[in-house]
Protein backbone atom coordinates (compact mmCIF):
# COMPACT_ATOMS: atom_id res chain seq x y z
CA UNK A 1 0.00 0.00 0.00
CA UNK A 2 1.58 3.17 -0.82
CA UNK A 3 1.44 5.92 1.59
CA UNK A 4 2.08 9.70 0.83
CA UNK A 5 2.93 12.15 3.66
CA UNK A 6 3.16 15.83 3.06
CA UNK A 7 5.55 17.98 5.28
CA UNK A 8 7.04 21.85 5.49
CA UNK A 9 3.57 23.81 5.64
CA UNK A 10 3.12 26.62 7.74
CA UNK A 11 2.29 30.13 8.25
CA UNK A 12 4.24 32.84 5.54
CA UNK A 13 4.13 36.43 4.54
CA UNK A 14 3.53 37.70 1.22
CA UNK A 15 7.05 37.54 -0.58
CA UNK A 16 8.54 34.33 1.46
CA UNK A 17 9.26 31.34 0.45
CA UNK A 18 8.55 27.72 2.00
CA UNK A 19 9.46 23.91 1.10
CA UNK A 20 6.41 21.18 0.71
CA UNK A 21 7.66 17.42 0.46
CA UNK A 22 6.06 14.31 -0.10
CA UNK A 23 7.55 11.19 1.52
CA UNK A 24 6.63 8.14 -0.46
CA UNK A 25 6.44 4.71 1.51
CA UNK A 26 5.66 1.12 0.21
CA UNK A 27 6.64 1.28 -3.27
CA UNK A 28 9.46 2.52 -5.00
CA UNK A 29 8.41 4.66 -8.16
CA UNK A 30 11.01 4.02 -11.50
CA UNK A 31 8.83 5.64 -13.81
CA UNK A 32 6.44 7.90 -12.37
CA UNK A 33 3.86 11.02 -12.72
CA UNK A 34 3.36 12.84 -9.04
CA UNK A 35 2.03 15.83 -8.85
CA UNK A 36 1.13 18.85 -6.26
CA UNK A 37 -2.85 19.80 -5.90
CA UNK A 38 -4.13 22.76 -3.38
CA UNK A 39 -7.51 23.84 -2.33
CA UNK A 40 -8.58 26.89 -1.16
CA UNK A 41 -11.60 27.31 1.18
CA UNK A 42 -15.04 27.42 -0.59
CA UNK A 43 -13.08 25.99 -3.86
CA UNK A 44 -12.43 23.22 -6.11
CA UNK A 45 -9.33 21.94 -5.82
CA UNK A 46 -6.69 22.54 -8.53
CA UNK A 47 -3.72 21.27 -10.03
CA UNK A 48 -0.30 23.24 -8.97
CA UNK A 49 2.56 21.09 -10.70
CA UNK A 50 3.28 17.87 -11.64
CA UNK A 51 6.51 15.84 -12.54
CA UNK A 52 7.04 13.16 -14.74
CA UNK A 53 10.16 10.79 -15.28
CA UNK A 54 10.44 7.85 -17.69
CA UNK A 55 13.95 6.36 -17.88
CA UNK A 56 16.19 9.70 -18.05
CA UNK A 57 13.66 12.23 -19.29
CA UNK A 58 12.01 14.12 -16.99
CA UNK A 59 9.30 16.16 -17.94
CA UNK A 60 7.36 18.67 -15.35
CA UNK A 61 4.03 21.32 -15.56
CA UNK A 62 2.75 23.79 -13.81
CA UNK A 63 -0.29 25.69 -13.67
CA UNK A 64 0.24 29.36 -15.01
CA UNK A 65 -0.63 30.58 -11.58
CA UNK A 66 2.79 29.73 -10.16
CA UNK A 67 4.86 28.76 -13.05
CA UNK A 68 7.96 30.87 -12.55
CA UNK A 69 7.79 31.14 -8.70
CA UNK A 70 7.06 27.33 -7.47
CA UNK A 71 9.55 24.88 -8.63
CA UNK A 72 8.54 20.99 -8.32
CA UNK A 73 11.46 18.68 -8.42
CA UNK A 74 12.42 15.22 -5.93
CA UNK A 75 14.96 13.05 -4.47
CA UNK A 76 15.37 9.53 -5.89
CA UNK A 77 17.00 8.40 -2.97
CA UNK A 78 15.06 9.64 -0.58
CA UNK A 79 11.85 8.62 -2.61
CA UNK A 80 10.78 12.27 -1.71
CA UNK A 81 9.25 14.71 -3.65
CA UNK A 82 9.16 18.83 -3.10
CA UNK A 83 7.53 21.84 -4.21
CA UNK A 84 9.70 25.19 -3.49
CA UNK A 85 7.21 27.72 -3.29
CA UNK A 86 9.01 31.49 -3.73
CA UNK A 87 7.23 34.66 -3.91
CA UNK A 88 4.34 33.48 -2.73
CA UNK A 89 0.76 35.41 -2.59
CA UNK A 90 -2.19 35.33 -0.06
CA UNK A 91 -3.71 33.57 -2.98
CA UNK A 92 -1.29 30.70 -2.32
CA UNK A 93 -2.91 30.22 0.75
CA UNK A 94 -4.61 26.21 0.45
CA UNK A 95 -4.07 23.08 1.86
CA UNK A 96 -1.45 21.37 -0.29
CA UNK A 97 -1.90 17.82 -1.40
CA UNK A 98 0.35 15.49 -3.36
CA UNK A 99 -0.26 12.65 -5.48
CA UNK A 100 1.15 10.03 -7.32
CA UNK A 101 -0.26 7.89 -10.64
CA UNK A 102 0.98 4.42 -11.33
CA UNK A 103 3.30 5.10 -14.01
CA UNK A 104 3.11 7.74 -16.68
CA UNK A 105 0.11 9.72 -17.46
CA UNK A 106 -0.59 11.88 -20.66
CA UNK A 107 -2.47 14.93 -19.00
CA UNK A 108 -0.25 15.29 -15.72
CA UNK A 109 -2.91 18.41 -14.85
CA UNK A 110 -6.06 16.26 -14.79
CA UNK A 111 -6.21 14.74 -11.09
CA UNK A 112 -8.76 11.66 -11.88
CA UNK A 113 -5.25 9.77 -13.13
CA UNK A 114 -3.96 10.21 -10.00
CA UNK A 115 -4.20 6.74 -8.41
CA UNK A 116 -2.78 7.44 -4.57
CA UNK A 117 -3.05 11.03 -2.56
CA UNK A 118 -1.71 12.59 1.06
CA UNK A 119 -3.43 13.71 3.26
CA UNK A 120 -2.37 17.64 2.88
CA UNK A 121 -0.73 20.37 4.48
CA UNK A 122 -1.80 23.51 5.16
CA UNK A 123 0.13 26.76 3.42
CA UNK A 124 -1.08 30.52 4.77
CA UNK A 125 0.57 33.83 3.59
CA UNK A 126 -0.78 36.25 5.17
CA UNK A 127 -0.56 40.24 3.78
Known amino acids: QVQLVESGGGLVQAGGSLRLSCAAS????????MGWFRQAPGKEREFVAA??????????VYADSVKGRFTIFRDNVKNTMYLQMNSLKPEDTAVYCC??????????????????WGQGTQVTVSS
Open 99 to 116: AVANGLIAIMSAERYYDY
Open 51 to 60: IRRSGITTNT
Open 26 to 33: GRTFSSYT
